[in-house]
């Protein structure tokens, strides 16, 4: 069972299958709404994304470029939205510490694009269970 946390009220992710739960989550979320924001952009499940290795760096491959924002927008999330911590966050998605302190930085800098912004949000909606269905 999980613990509270006393400051949201939210479940601690204690095991790594509950971060990694914690994670995968984001990247639905994620993944909904770049489908809706990025329709240049083919839509990806998060299988797909999972599929993309994040060592294996393919970096001229478009697809996998794709995939590992998406990733870096879901470690994002969790950490800022659903309280992971940055190590927690590095674990279930299975990368460096580095790695993920690299992340937010990067995502702090594309946040300050209103297309992004506009992006985040609605992922902000999607994970606060206030997502319109229909």
């Known amino acids: 069972m999980s613990k509270?946390?006393?400051?949201?009220?939210?479940?601690?992710?204690?095991?790594?299958?509950?971060?990694?739960?914690?994670?995968?989550?984001?990247?639905?979320?994620?993944?909904r709404a770049a489908k809706d924001h990025f329709r240049k952009c083919e839509a990806l499940t998060i299988t797909e994304v999972l599929s993309h290795d994040p060592r294996r760096r393919a970096t001229s491959d478009e697809l996998w470029l794709y995939a590992a924002r998406l990733r870096r927008f879901a470690v994002y999330s969790s950490i800022h939205l659903l309280g992971l911590r940055q190590a927690e966050a590095a674990r279930a998605a299975g990368l460096s510490k580095a790695a993920v302190c690299l992340m937010l930085q990067s995502i702090d800098e594309e946040l300050r694009r209103p297309k992004i912004q506009q992006f985040y949000r609605d992922v902000e909606r999607r994970l606060s269970g206030k997502e319109a269905f229909g």
């Open 4 to 31: 509270i946390c006393p400051c949201c009220g939210q479940a601690i992710a204690q095991t790594l299958t509950e971060q990694k739960a914690v994670y995968h989550r984001s990247l639905s979320a994620v993944c």
